[in-house]
């Protein structure tokens, strides 16, 4: 038996689907072996961090969860990791009751998942004493293997070789984490995630002669309204307005004039990527800009936040990005536990399409659902400073519904989900965390105060960028408006807006066809005369790529997104050279579709930057683990994604291969991309929903090329879908015969 001890990170690295073959080739962890153990170690982690040891009977095949739990791994790998924090927090440790849990002393059993197993099993885990809390799961008993926690805890000694091992660990991790920030300049180079690319050296004036007509005419637009710029992948939103903000400053000191200037990101990793393009345009200090996170504005503004730092409440999530991953989380357990619950004695009284929802087995379905009582929880509820307590549901009762908002028919579906928003309030009070919801909603009181109305003068903004606009939730919307200073005109705020990608998308994936309440809550209503502007010239992609994608795009379903979401593709052009054109390559079988995909890393790894795109998330465990074996093979540097966390500071090889699901590869450009993952997209396959979203991963995958496309399908899947053999009989893509075996 040789034990794993590894961390709370490392653990929801794992939960997020990563193979494990491709572990060792995750940006994000590190794994090292002693004669006696096994240690899996996430960036950023010390020695002092809390340890989960799990003791294992035998290495197999599985590393991480006992082999009759693997078609349950993520949903494992997430609830202990959920265990190990709960028993990191002060007081009693609290397990929510679908948990089912057992207590001896400083033993636990509780259910593995939140999906009942057929052999009914249950963790046996240890919470040691001490301010480390360390964790050891011991095993997991089932209905044929069966064992008192009284009979299990005098058996089993802990490893006597830890702290010796897991010191050489936490040293060999930061000695190899520390290499691979800092590789010299002409080997390494900071990921190009703008489409602008700081690598390219250029000054922000060689920008204004390169830059689009479009672009231009946004530039020099005057900043007397609103405006909105809308355009599709590659048409360089972020860009223009990195350059708008630059402009603004500018002028101001030309003509003494005094501007305080916001760009506003939805996260650090974002924030960061704008910060080092503006720095690269050789203009020095331009103090007038700010560029940040709308989470750290709150907190750098927010009274609780500048003058209580000792409040022992703990943000969860250090931006919206990772703040909603880590709500969504806590909904879906508040959510499970509630319908295996006390769900029975409210389900009569709420209405059909509402109980619906609880009662599907669906679990995209109760995703969905968890989504949009996270949008209800921060929009709503939060939003309106409605706190669990007397009477406080009766102010919920009291709200005007919007449009998009979750639809709740009658007053007993606005009390189910004000029970919901109890407990889940309950459950984060009683481990001392906080919600960027939460921050943002209390943010949002300030803003409306007198106190703020005067000092808005000083500490707001003349003018407002937003990236990523789309992404922002109505609650994060509200706030935007009272980040200017001049209280007597409309806010001037600058929107870069891209209508193929939608938050609950993001978060969610194919989950989001079955959301009901909407972040497309109009944003003009307080912005009086917004002007339009919409990019037509894409920058990324050769015009042969821009072909294939308009195509793809025709294909969509006609989707009642509004005129405000609507992109003309038919003005859309490509200002690249042209290319060659994408391919489209079938084998036989899935391991001649791997095979293909290899000799395509051959052929195209020296010429520059690729990536392997995967539309379909359910075969990323298939694709990361063929990643992990190229990367293996010592020939390529290979980067994995299996998060948009691991986007934040990665770096690779001029010559790279980065591995990810088409959602995670948003934002980033690649001289070449392997697509591959494709589901079966035919009508009678799929609801009209879910060919829309697939549709949309491959519209994002194809757009991250900028000089070639080759996509990989195979004969056991089904083959190329029609889209794409369509696309072959148009000769927009060349068909290759591929692997035969």
């Not at 590190?30 to 170690?41: C, M, N, V």
């Not at 008192?148 to 490893?159: H, I, W």
């Not at 912005?527 to 294909?555: M, Y």
């Not at 195209?604 to 990367?631: E, N, T």
Request: aromatic share 8%.
């Amino acid at each position: 038996m040789k034990p794993l001890v590894t961390t709370v990170r490392a653990l929801s690295e794992l939960a997020t689907g990563l193979s494990p073959d491709a572990v060792a080739s995750s940006a994000v962890l590190f794994e090292y072996s002693t004669d006696e153990l096994d240690l899996l170690i996430a960036a950023d982690d010390d020695e002092g961090v809390q340890r989960i040891v799990v003791m294992r009977d035998k290495n197999v095949k599985e590393p991480f969860v006992p082999e009759h739990l693997v078609s349950m791994r993520r949903d494992v790998l997430s609830r202990m990791a959920s265990f190990a924090e709960r028993a990191r927090s002060t007081g009693p440790l609290s397990l929510p009751r679908q948990w089912h849990q057992y207590k001896y002393n400083n033993f636990i059993a509780f259910r593995p998942a939140p999906r009942f197993d057929a052999q009914a099993s249950r963790w046996i885990t240890e919470v040691t004493p001490g301010e480390r809390a360390d964790i050891i799961f011991w095993g997991t008993t089932t209905a044929d293997n069966k064992s008192s926690l009284e009979d299990f805890g005098s058996k089993r000694p802990t490893p006597p070789e830890l702290e010796c091992a897991w010191a050489e660990a936490v040293a060999a991790a930061r000695e190899h984490f520390s290499q691979a920030r800092t590789q010299p300049a002409d080997v390494e180079m900071s990921f190009p995630a703008l489409e602008q690319s700081t690598t390219k050296g250029w000054t922000y004036e060689q920008w204004l002669e390169a830059v689009s007509h479009e672009q231009r005419a946004f530039i020099d637009a005057n900043t007397d309204k609103s405006i909105r710029l809308r355009g599709p992948a590659g048409s360089g939103k972020t860009v223009a307005l990195t350059l708008k903000a630059i402009r603004e400053v500018r002028n101001a000191r030309e003509t003494g004039g005094d501007v305080r200037v916001l760009v506003v990101t939805h996260s650090w990793a974002l924030a960061a990527q704008i910060s080092d393009s503006i720095d690269s345009m050789g203009l020095g200090l331009l103090q007038e800009i700010d560029v940040f996170p709308l989470l750290e504005i709150a907190r750098m503004i927010s009274p609780q936040y500048v003058q209580d730092v000792s409040s022992g409440f703990s943000l969860i999530g250090e931006d919206s990005l990772s703040g909603k991953q880590a709500q969504l989380h806590e909904i879906q357990e508040v959510l499970d536990e509630f319908i295996s619950g006390d769900w029975i004695t409210y389900k009569a009284s709420v209405s059909e399409g509402l109980r619906a929802r609880f009662d599907s087995p669906d679990e995209g379905e109760r995703r969905a659902l968890a989504w949009d009582l996270l949008i209800e929880f921060g929009s709503v509820i939060g939003a309106a400073a409605i706190f669990p307590g007397a009477g406080s549901d009766l102010r919920y009762f009291q709200l005007p519904r919007a449009s998009w908002m979750l639809p709740l028919n009658t007053r007993e579906d606005q009390r189910v989900i004000f029970e919901l928003y109890t407990r889940y309030w309950a459950s984060l009070d009683e481990r001392s965390l906080t919600t960027s919801d939460q921050v943002l909603a209390d943010f949002l009181i300030h803003l409306s105060t007198n106190t703020w109305n005067r000092a808005r003068r000083v500490q707001g903004y003349d003018l407002v960028f937003v990236d990523e606009f789309h992404l922002f939730s109505p609650l994060e919307r509200q706030v935007l408006h009272y980040l200017t200073r001049d209280t007597l005109v409309y806010p001037r705020i600058f929107m870069a807006v891209d209508p193929r990608q939608s938050p609950s998308e993001a978060f969610i994936g194919l989950a989001a066809d079955e959301t009901k309440s909407s972040s497309g809550v109009p944003v003009d209503d307080d912005l009086g005369d917004v002007a339009n502007f919409e990019l037509t010239t894409v920058h990324r992609f050769t015009p042969q790529i821009l072909e294939l994608i308009k195509h793809v795009h025709l294909e969509f379903p006609t989707l009642d997104l509004g005129e405000e979401w609507d992109i003309d593709f038919a003005r859309v052009e490509s200002a690249q050279a042209d290319g060659p054109l994408p391919r489209l390559v079938t084998a036989a079988s899935r391991s001649g579709e791997d095979d293909d995909i290899v000799r395509a890393v051959q052929a195209l790894y020296p010429s520059g930057r690729l990536a392997l795109a995967v539309v379909d998330h359910r075969q990323w465990p298939r694709f990361s683990a063929l990643a992990s074996r190229i990367g293996h093979s010592g020939k390529f540097h290979v980067s994995i994604l299996s998060g948009r966390s691991d986007i934040e500071g990665l770096g690779y090889r001029r010559r790279g291969l980065v591995a990810g699901t088409a959602e995670y590869l948003a934002g980033l450009q690649f001289d070449a991309v392997l697509v591959a993952g494709i589901p079966d997209l035919n009508a009678s396959a799929q609801t009209a929903n879910e060919r829309i979203r697939y549709l949309s991963f491959l519209y994002l995958a194809l757009s991250r090329a900028q000089e070639e496309v080759r996509v990989f399908v195979n004969e056991d899947d089904g083959g190329a879908p029609e889209v794409l053999l369509r696309a072959v009989t148009n000769r927009l893509m060349q068909s290759d015969r591929g692997s035969l075996v």
